[in-house]
């Protein structure tokens, strides 16, 4: 229970910061560096009572945060009209003086079922100013309780991702997550914490699509990282080239449109430059008379063969690709290849780290973290439009595919690089905003030399020439140390027998454990449908008896259960691919509570719902000890091919 009334100011100042210096050390210093100072908005209530209030200014008008007579009955009245109902998670969109926050949980956080809450403020100087008056110090330090103060909504952007990232439940409730904004913030600060709300839609989208929304796509991926182990035994790993080409330039060059314009300067940078393509954009370049040093490719799905197929030249140029690569890719590559891993989980699975790269949705997020890993700087962006216009070429020519339309579903507008106005999808716009907060991340300076496409924040737009020529000064090696270090680096091929075998006892140990998840999700399953005939908890859409003492044994047992599967190593290591299971069933259980108005009718859905939980995971279970029966019998006959081999071999050699 937080107390609303004011105390020694110095008493509660001291209070609050030292848990802001415990639980936010860089806030802490943010707000030390604005000195002894006040926020000159802060003013005396009209009532002369206890409680401050917050002047701001709009369009020449004096407004007022809170009611000038009655500060907290104005919240909690402003908080009753709401009607929040079920609320597992909150977002507070200005902080002010902090009596909302306060009045929220004091008198319904119980009631509202909250978990977690995030409060965002603009202003440094206001924040440090409310700790002045109030003690926070509780919801300071309490773990489901984040505060991002003072931050651009870029930065805000990266915070949110990464502390949604840590706040591993946090997920579950995003269906059912509300916004608290007092209606003087809505009215003068509404550009910012517009925003603020695109920064936190952006942080969910770019986590969920961590998570996946398909187990079927990651199932796909395993199968595929699996067939392509042998490659993954002879190929050096991407984590061998780090800071190859410190603080040498790269080029990246992706597949928009606007490629066109300045694709013919790339043939003097390459001496210049480490230039890094994109897939789709290899063709257009060998094309142009190009060779880019390395290309990046992603997808998993069996259409990036035509990126590849019938090319010639390809002996120079690098593949950097990831173990879930559709495997005809691999067969149909013929330049040297560098293996990298999507999905760091997996690589600990295996105990095969080649390096992990993550990144956005599209190529070109990855083909810049490749550029990070290698050390390069200035990195500096073609191609990279991330837009289009209403009508015309979605690519660069000569793209393999020609003219996408269908990147024309759904579009919107987004800032061009001239101040002009283009039209963007929602793949286009996440891969922006990601791109956006790796820039952020990263240390060097970043150049947007795409000639046309799609602002991009946190870079310096630049046209390819002047980059060339400010950036680019001398030549260096660039292909010839990529050729040294992929030798140098490449597995010893006596090695490979016995890394089968230790691959082989590892899928032998999953496989294993993997039947014991089967059975418990089989026996879960068969627990609730026995209870569903013997007990009718729902006639006519409305619920018999007192069901919740009817499933409340039950329930418990089930939930052990579905701990226990949760907690098998297997499950764990190849979480990748149950998470989504896991994720989509914790979200509709949760919603389940803001759909009906009876929390009793409620629960008694997300009940019934834990049967589809063990039946869908099950099912994945099986699937993967499938694919993982087809890969270790796979293994077993390269394994007999090689030994095969090395037996024609010595005799050749008596």
């Not at 107390?3 to 943010?30: C, G, W």
């Not at 604005?34 to 008008?61: I, Y």
């Not at 061009?416 to 999808?425: A, E, P, R, V």
Request: net charge neutral.
């Amino acid at each position: 229970m937080l107390k609303l009334e004011h105390t020694d100011p110095r008493i509660v100042f001291e209070r609050n910061m030292t848990a802001v210096r415990e639980r936010y050390p860089e806030l802490s210093q943010r707000l030390q560096s604005l000195g002894p100072a006040v926020s000159p908005q802060v003013v005396r209530s009209t009532s002369h009572g206890p409680f401050l209030n917050v002047t701001m200014e709009h369009q020449g008008e004096r407004i007022l945060y809170y009611d000038p007579h009655d500060p907290i009955g104005y919240c909690q009245s402003y908080i009753d009209a709401l009607d929040l109902k079920y609320s597992p998670a909150l977002v507070f969109m200005g902080f002010g003086l902090g009596y909302q926050v306060a009045t929220l949980l004091n008198n319904q956080s119980e009631k509202l079922k909250i978990q977690d809450v995030i409060i965002i403020e603009k202003d440094l100087l206001l924040f440090k100013t409310a700790l002045r008056y109030l003690d926070f110090s509780q919801v300071i330090r309490h773990p489901s309780i984040a505060f991002f103060v003072g931050q651009t909504t870029n930065e805000l952007c990266l915070s949110l991702h990464k502390h949604f990232r840590e706040a591993t439940n946090v997920s579950s409730n995003f269906k059912s997550l509300k916004i608290v904004i007092m209606p003087a913030v809505h009215r003068v600060d509404d550009c910012y914490y517009q925003g603020a709300i695109q920064s936190l839609r952006s942080a969910i989208q770019f986590l969920l699509q961590g998570i996946g929304n398909d187990p079927f796509d990651s199932l796909l991926g395993l199968e595929h990282m699996l067939a392509n182990l042998m490659p993954a035994l002879k190929d050096p790993g991407v984590i061998s080239f780090k800071d190859l080409f410190k603080d040498r330039p790269a080029i990246v060059i992706a597949a928009g449109p606007s490629l066109n314009k300045n694709i013919g300067l790339l043939k003097e940078a390459s001496s210049k430059a480490l230039l890094i393509s994109v897939d789709a954009a290899l063709k257009p370049l060998l094309n142009a008379g190009i060779c880019p040093h390395v290309v990046m490719t992603t997808e998993r799905t069996k259409g990036i063969v035509d990126f590849y197929a019938n090319l010639a030249g390809l002996d120079e140029i690098f593949l950097i690709y990831f173990t879930v690569l559709h495997p005809d890719v691999y067969k149909v590559y013929r330049g040297p290849k560098i293996i990298a891993s999507r999905y760091q989980e997996f690589s600990n699975w295996l105990s095969l780290d080649p390096g992990s790269i993550s990144s956005g949705p599209v190529v070109g997020n990855y083909a810049f973290v490749v550029a990070q890993t290698l050390g390069c700087n200035p990195i500096i962006m073609v191609g990279q439009d991330l837009s289009f216009k209403s009508r015309g070429a979605t690519h660069v020519s000569g793209f393999v595919f020609g003219t996408q339309d269908v990147y024309r579903d759904d579009m919107f507008e987004v800032e061009g690089n001239y101040g002009d106005t283009l039209m963007t999808n929602r793949t286009f716009a996440e891969a922006k905003a990601s791109l956006e907060m790796q820039i952020e991340k990263f240390a060097g300076l970043c150049i947007n030399a795409t000639e046309g496409g799609a602002k991009i924040n946190g870079t310096l737009f630049l046209d390819l020439r002047t980059s060339l020529n400010k950036y680019c000064p001398v030549a260096f090696e660039n292909l010839s140390v990529l050729k040294r270090t992929w030798q140098l680096r490449k597995p010893d091929p006596k090695n490979i027998p016995s890394e089968i075998r230790r691959l082989t006892k590892v899928l032998e140990k999953t496989l294993s454990e993997l039947g014991i998840a089967i059975s418990d999700c089989t026996a879960g399953k068969n627990k609730i449908d026995g209870f569903e005939r013997d007990h009718q908890l729902i006639k006519d859409g409305k619920l018999v008896g007192d069901v919740l003492e009817k499933i409340k044994p039950i329930q418990n047992d089930l939930f052990e259960l579905r701990r226990k599967i949760m907690d098998n190593p297997s499950i764990k290591s190849l979480w990748q691919i149950f998470q989504a299971v896991h994720t989509t069933s914790e979200m509709k259980r949760s919603y389940l509570f803001d759909q009906y108005h009876s929390p009793v009718f409620a629960q008694v859905k997300a009940f019934l719902i834990l049967k589809e939980w063990f039946s869908l995971l099950g099912q994945l279970a099986l699937s993967t000890s499938d694919s993982i029966d087809r890969a270790k019998v796979q293994l077993t006959l390269e394994n007999m091919d090689i030994s095969s081999e090395q037996v024609v071999v010595t005799k050749q050699s008596l």
